[in-house]
T-cell receptor, first 116, second 116 residues
């Protein structure tokens, strides 16, 4: 079975603080992809990053960084120097098994509020 | 703008009724996915079509059905509507091949269904 767990339902921090959103996944497949999506108050889902299971290199994109650790089945997302515009619901997602049905399973999301 | 178009954006209807939600994928994307987002269930995968054929099925009720047409647009039909069907329905598209999905999903802005 495949599962994505985002244990943090809501996080609230003051602007300019760093914040980490946790994501733990479960899959028996050796080939899989992990994603992060952002859902701002306007409602649309915006793709942030994709990682495949063979690439454990951490990635940094501006104030965003991602830490992928297969040993702990985690794919955590850190926002450095948070801004009010970062306020959104963030979803971690998993697509497993290259030759199987390609549905992407989403975690329950973490609602991030950045206070001015 | 993701390039995925969903109509209608908002829909209010009564219990027992039937509605059709429409999705036009990004140009060139062969795969269309439908997701339901409700407050208590999070983002749930419903169904995926690839080039007109059903590819994967998730937690889709028997009262719901979907299809993808030769021009690649898709429709999600919801019938015998219940109060609990009130949700945001997202369509997404990707460049997924038949064998599997390795790319990100591009989401439409969603269709908000309210059943009274």
């Amino acid at each position: 079975a495949q599962k994505v767990t985002q244990a943090q339902t809501e996080i609230s921090v003051v602007e300019k603080e760093d914040v980490t959103l946790d994501c733990v996944y479960e899959t028996r497949d050796t080939t899989y992809y992990l994603f992060w999506y952002k859902q701002p108050p306007s409602g649309e889902l915006v793709f942030l990053i994709r990682r495949n299971s063979f690439d454990e290199q951490n990635e940094i994109s501006g104030r965003y960084s991602w830490n992928f650790q297969k040993s702990t089945s985690s794919f955590n997302f850190t926002i450095t120097a948070s801004q009010v515009v970062d306020s959104a619901v963030y979803f971690c997602a998993l697509s497993a098994g290259y030759s199987s049905a390609s549905k992407i399973i989403f975690g329950s999301g973490t609602r991030l509020s950045i206070r001015p | 703008d993701s390039g995925v178009t969903q109509t209608p954006k908002h829909l209010i209807t009564a219990t027992g009724q039937r509605v059709t939600l429409r999705c036009s994928p990004r140009s060139g994307d062969l795969s269309v996915y439908w997701y339901q987002q409700s407050l208590d269930q999070g983002l749930q995968f419903l169904i995926q079509y690839y080039n007109g054929e059903e590819r994967a099925k998730g937690n889709i009720l028997e009262r719901f059905s979907a299809q993808q047409f030769p021009d690649l647009h898709s429709e999600l039909n919801l019938s015998s509507l219940e109060l609990g069907d009130s949700a945001l329905y997202f369509c997404a598209s990707s460049v997924a091949t038949w064998e599997g999905n390795t790319g990100e999903l591009f989401f439409g802005e969603g269709s908000r269904l309210t059943v009274l």
